[in-house]
């Protein structure tokens, strides 16, 4: 079953990575995957007894040791100056604990935030793209912020995020990003140092749907000069 799940999470991470394509929240089936998994689990037991709980406890056990590679707590807040005046504000935590605000912001030139859930196809697909662009424009003022809502699904999280291999940093949704929200996933925002929301080019301040990397890097080129 492990072996299967880092399958599919591969494939995820692998596919739709140069079309544009959303997933509507409305048609989750995120309820219907975990009820299916709970069946498949509950015939296991029967047919195998103890050996389904030694499985789970390794399963367990191998998250817990390789979900959080960080050694020491994250730099979570930044010095803002007298300019800084950022258009919302927010309060919430990574998936460590720590604490996150609209402060991150002055961190860099312009800070990307992608809203994105591990239901959703496109938005998986897309992480390895925007993983490669958070290395190559890290250093240029550029950073990423992944945001996600669906808290039932952190064993899969866990394996998207290794998987993917991502290291920018992945906060939890709170109620201030409402504003922002479409109805659909992947949606994508840009805010600069001020904390003030970009128009990106075409006029809109909001991208909906995945992208491959040379249209999210023509985009942030442009942001940055």
Same mark, same amino acid.
């Given at each position: 079953m492990k072996g299967f799940?880092?399958?599919?999470?591969?494939?995820?991470?692998?596919?739709?990575?140069?079309?544009?394509?959303?997933?509507?929240?409305?048609?989750?089936?995120?309820?219907k995957h975990r009820d299916d998994e709970r069946e498949t689990v509950e015939e296991t037991k029967?047919?195998?007894?103890?050996?389904?709980? &030694? %499985? @789970? $406890?390794? &399963? %367990? @056990? $191998?998250t817990e040791t390789e979900t959080f590679p960080q050694a020491s707590a994250p730099n979570t807040t930044f010095e803002t100056g007298a300019d800084f005046d950022p258009d919302f504000t927010f309060s919430t935590t990574d998936r460590i604990g720590f604490e996150w605000n609209e402060s991150v912001f002055a961190n860099a030139e312009i800070t990307m935030i992608n809203f994105w859930e591990p239901w959703c196809s496109p938005c998986v697909g897309e992480m390895p793209d925007l993983e490669k662009l958070y290395e190559n424009y890290k250093d240029q003022g550029f950073q990423?912020?992944?945001?996600y809502?669906?808290?039932?699904?952190?064993?899969?999280?866990?394996?998207?995020l290794k998987e993917c291999h991502t290291t920018y940093p992945i906060l939890?949704?709170?109620?201030?990003f409402d504003q922002f929200q479409t109805g659909y996933v992947?949606?994508?925002?840009?805010?600069?140092?001020?904390?003030?929301?970009?128009?990106i080019p075409g006029g809109d301040n909001v991208v909906i749907g995945g992208q491959s990397y040379r249209d999210?890097?023509?985009i942030i080129k442009k942001l940055l000069d």
């Open positions: 799940k880092k399958i599919l999470a591969t494939v995820l991470c692998a596919s739709m990575l140069f079309g544009i394509a959303s997933c509507s929240k409305s048609d989750s089936s995120s309820g029967r047919e195998d007894g103890e050996a389904v709980v &030694e %499985t @789970e $406890t390794t &399963e %367990t @056990e $191998t990423i912020i992944g945001v809502s669906d808290t039932t699904m952190e064993y899969n999280v866990d394996e998207i939890l949704y709170t109620s201030e992947p949606t994508t925002i840009f805010v600069d140092s001020k904390g003030h929301v970009l128009d999210w890097e023509a």
